[in-house]
């Protein structure tokens, strides 16, 4: 008898109504196609997630929660609602997690306010992004399928106990308007100045020239370039800005995590994300060295010392 294939909801109705009532959707889809949802709003190895906590303990056991359901999950079902194409840091980040992992990820968008980010779209399997139900159903699926034909199994996180001498970086930050480039470049300059070798995919794919240009392409050159630097850098340098950070940084965060690389935290906005009472989402902050926020490269590099 094959065996039940487990996909991780992500992204999907811990917070609102209208949320839960796509869970409810989506688990009954599931069930119809035999197959189970985790859902980490009610299932957790770390015991019940609503006690009453402090709201750093309480970060802590969603976080360990939300990492250990994707890892006993053979694939991920994202919900990618949100304007302009963009989900919350906390969904891209585990979406990030979960293609490291070798998950299978599906994604149902129903969203007119932009097609989905292009960079998590490249993760999804065969790229599809599905609109409606009866599609989603088709595309799952096939899916499962696949997760049963490759014998998929869980996985675990088990880091490294020691982190070697850092010299080489990875830069993720916005790139999309003048003043997100010229910062980033400004970053880029400061923490090579400090002696590191840093990498920033979009400016090492030429994505800036590639859109003017409007290849086709370049979407997938970057989530390439992407990829070669996550897998060469020692660690990544993060720039947590905004209201909530933006989906292709907290994608990188959760990916780098994954790969057990130490994730450094830069933000220099003063507003808080009232998520749990933290000033980014939980997903990254529990996910950065020490949980600490930089505001300046030589802040970084002292974290990065410490190590």
Same mark, same amino acid.
């Given at each position: 008898?094959?065996?039940?294939?487990?996909?991780?909801?992500?992204?999907?109705?811990?917070?609102?109504?209208?949320?839960?009532?796509?869970?409810?959707?989506?688990?009954?889809?599931?069930?119809?196609?035999?197959?189970? %949802?985790?859902?980490?709003?009610?299932?957790?190895?770390?015991?019940?997630?609503?006690?009453?906590?402090?709201?750093?303990?309480?970060?802590?056991? %969603?976080?360990?929660?939300?990492?250990?359901?994707?890892?006993?999950?053979?694939?991920?079902?994202?919900?990618?609602?949100?304007?302009?194409?963009?989900?919350?840091?906390?969904?891209?980040?585990? !979406?990030?997690?979960?293609?490291?992992?070798?998950?299978?990820?599906?994604?149902?968008?129903?969203?007119?306010?932009?097609?989905?980010?292009?960079?998590?779209?490249?993760?999804?399997?065969?790229?599809?992004?599905?609109?409606?139900?009866?599609?989603?159903?088709?595309?799952?699926?096939r899916a499962i399928e696949k997760i049963r034909d490759m014998k998929?199994?869980?996985?675990?996180?088990?880091?490294?106990?020691?982190?070697?001498?850092?010299?080489?970086?990875?830069?993720?930050?916005?790139?999309?308007?003048?003043?997100?480039?010229?910062?980033?470049?400004?970053?880029?300059?400061?923490?090579?100045?400090?002696?590191?070798?840093?990498?920033?995919?979009?400016?090492?794919?030429?994505?800036?020239?590639?859109?003017?240009?409007?290849?086709?392409?370049?979407?997938?050159?970057?989530?390439?370039?992407?990829?070669?630097?996550?897998?060469?850098?020692?660690?990544?340098?993060?720039?947590?800005?905004?209201?909530?950070?933006?989906?292709? !940084?907290?994608?990188?965060?959760?990916?780098?995590?994954?790969?057990?690389?130490?994730?450094?935290?830069?933000?220099?906005d003063m507003r808080s994300l009232g998520d749990l009472g933290g000033?980014?989402?939980?997903?990254?902050?529990?996910? %950065?060295?020490?949980?600490?926020?930089?505001?300046?490269? %030589?802040?970084?590099?002292?974290?990065?010392?410490?190590?």
């Amino acid at each position: 008898m094959p065996f039940k294939v487990r996909f991780y909801l992500n992204g999907g109705g811990l917070f609102t109504v209208q949320g839960r009532w796509w869970d409810k959707k989506v688990e009954t889809l599931f069930a119809e196609l035999n197959a189970s %949802i985790y859902n980490p709003w009610r299932e957790s190895k770390e015991g019940p997630l609503r006690a009453t906590l402090s709201n750093l303990e309480l970060r802590k056991r %969603i976080f360990a929660s939300d990492r250990y359901g994707v890892d006993v999950s053979q694939g991920v079902i994202m919900l990618g609602e949100g304007a302009g194409g963009e989900v919350s840091s906390g969904t891209a980040w585990e !979406t990030g997690y979960a293609y490291a992992r070798g998950k299978l990820i599906l994604c149902m968008r129903t969203d007119l306010r932009g097609t989905l980010n292009p960079i998590l779209k490249e993760c999804l399997l065969d790229g599809k992004v599905c609109k409606e139900i009866d599609a989603l159903k088709e595309h799952a699926a096939r899916a499962i399928e696949k997760i049963r034909d490759m014998k998929m199994t869980e996985t675990s996180y088990n880091p490294l106990a020691h982190v070697g001498k850092i010299r080489k970086l990875m830069l993720s930050a916005p790139y999309f308007t003048r003043a997100e480039s010229t910062y980033a470049k400004d970053l880029h300059r400061g923490l090579s100045k400090l002696g590191y070798d840093v990498l920033f995919p979009p400016g090492e794919a030429g994505v800036g020239r590639g859109l003017l240009a409007g290849r086709n392409k370049t979407w997938s050159n970057l989530f390439e370039e992407k990829i070669r630097c996550l897998g060469e850098c020692d660690a990544m340098v993060a720039l947590l800005e905004g209201a909530d950070c933006g989906s292709e !940084t907290s994608w990188d965060c959760g990916y780098a995590y994954s790969r057990y690389k130490p994730v450094f935290g830069m933000r220099t906005d003063m507003r808080s994300l009232g998520d749990l009472g933290g000033r980014v989402n939980l997903m990254m902050d529990q996910s %950065i060295v020490d949980s600490k926020l930089s505001r300046s490269p %030589i802040e970084v590099k002292r974290l990065a010392d410490a190590l």
